[in-house]
């Protein structure tokens, strides 16, 4: 009786496994599919030379920022800003979330993709500029029905600065893709 | 079938009349108010989504919609919607910035050795009214007011709202104000001077009742800065029976220490990666 139990018990427990790693691994496989796309160029950054480490973790951390900035505005969650957002982009950002949710509004983003160009990074490597091309399809929802729904491809001037851990989005203002 | 023909020519018509639409000015500027025009009739809802704002009010399709200054004050790209009875229409529009009138001025390191060659950066960040960025170039002075020393001041333009200037830090220790202006914005940081490495180290020895005194002259850097007291010096004690090491804080200018040495022994010292000179002692009875 017992060995059976522990037989039954054993069978249970392999399963709940390859269960839980078949999940975790779809889990994984779809947060991959939601981070953006980000193609990153620091061919032409000044004074500073970029360091290898820094080339592979701005645009992660960019495509995390924009990640976690599409969650914020569609489920109007000021909370989601504080892992990749900081200074003027976290206040403009919860401004905008808090007067969505005011309105009874929301901001959805398909993402297509970005081409990030470092433009210059400090002498004391504090602080990066960068400018990004980016193709969003862009959706308003007021009380869940779309009022708005265009494909959107527009430049940014963005601020990344090193937090503790990441590059940190610090500000981003949309140009108006003429060159200054 | 004409008079069918007719009614449909005329119904489209009447509705490409009365489609709301709405139109925005082709220049905007941060901070100023503006004026939609729509056209159409009847009640209408409307929207602003911009880089800070998203708001939603009871409007009249066909009149004119004023938006406040102060719903405009973060450049960067807006969408207005008209919502009537015939459906949604939108359109995208630009704010530019504003006049360049801020900085913001990151100065590295707060505390440097004088004498390091292009060891301070400064950089400022063009800046409108309203904290945008000023894409444009513009003109930055930057300057530098060293303690007793005449203020330098050098000019360069922004590029993507961006100058920066990287300095050699003076002889002579103290601080000294880096400024950086453009517009009615003036930014000043302070950078402490320090003295930097200890420069021709030399010690003495004297009799005490312990054994010697071992004592440094005033330590001074290179350019004639005395060294911060709390600058460990090292002295080392080498004789037959091996080495001995004791690290002391410099103290009032000088540092001294108290060496019990019993035969023949060599005295050495060092701070940082300076050393300096060596004394020969003879201890004992």
């Known amino acids: 009786m017992k060995a059976a139990a522990f037989r039954y018990g054993s069978i249970i427990a392999i399963v709940a496994v390859l269960l839980l790693g078949v999940v975790g691994y779809h889990l994984r496989a779809a947060a991959e599919d939601d981070l953006p796309r980000v193609e990153f160029n620091a061919d032409n950054i000044s004074p500073r030379p970029i360091e290898d480490l820094t080339s592979k973790s701005v645009p992660r951390d960019y495509a995390l920022a924009w990640q976690t900035l599409a969650q914020a505005l569609s489920g109007n969650k000021t909370g989601l800003l504080d892992g990749y957002f900081t200074g003027l982009a976290k206040q403009d950002f919860a401004q905008r979330i808090n007067s969505q949710i005011k309105s009874g509004l929301q901001t959805k983003y398909t993402d297509h993709g970005h081409k990030l160009e470092a433009i210059f990074y400090s002498p004391a490597g504090d602080v990066m500029e960068l400018r990004d091309h980016v193709q969003l399809d862009m959706q308003i929802l007021d009380g869940g029905k779309v009022i708005y729904d265009q494909p959107v491809t527009a430049q940014y001037m963005v601020i990344m600065t090193p937090g503790a851990d990441r590059w940190l989005v610090r500000q981003i203002q949309a140009m108006n893709g003429e060159k200054p | ?285």
């Open chain 2, 1 to 285: 079938m004409r008079s069918l023909i007719t009614t449909f020519l005329v119904f489209s018509t009447a509705i490409s009349v009365m489609a709301s639409e709405i139109h925005a000015p082709a220049q905007i500027t941060a901070g100023k108010a503006i004026t939609l025009q729509t056209s159409g009739s009847g009640d209408a809802t409307f929207y602003l989504i911009g880089p800070a704002v998203a708001s939603k009010s009871k409007v009249q399709a066909g009149g004119d919609i004023p938006i406040d200054s102060d719903r405009l004050e973060h450049a960067g790209r807006y969408v207005a919607i008209l919502c009537a009875s015939d459906g949604c229409t939108a359109t995208n529009f630009f704010v530019s910035p504003a006049a360049a009138n801020r900085l913001s001025f990151l100065v590295h390191p707060s505390r440097i050795p004088v004498g390091t060659s292009q060891g301070i950066s400064a950089v400022a960040i063009v800046r409108d009214n309203f904290q945008n960025l000023v894409l444009k170039p513009e003109p930055v002075t930057f300057s530098i007011m060293a303690k007793d020393e005449k203020p330098v001041s050098a000019a360069r333009n922004s590029e993507n709202a961006f100058a920066w200037v990287r300095l050699t830090s003076a002889r002579k220790e103290g601080p000294t104000k880096l400024g950086a202006s453009i517009g009615h914005a003036d930014e000043v940081r302070v950078v402490q001077q320090v003295a930097a490495d200890a420069c021709n180290l030399r010690i003495k020895a004297s009799r005490d009742k312990h054994g010697f005194l071992i004592e440094t002259d005033p330590v001074h850097d290179c350019s004639g800065n005395p060294v911060p007291d709390g600058t460990v010096v090292s002295f080392t004690e080498s004789d037959s029976a091996g080495k001995t090491t004791v690290d002391v804080p410099i103290k009032r200018g000088v540092a001294k220490v108290d060496m019990p040495i019993d035969g023949r022994a060599t005295i050495t010292v060092a701070s940082g990666v300076v050393t300096g000179n060596a004394l020969e002692v003879s201890g004992g009875q």
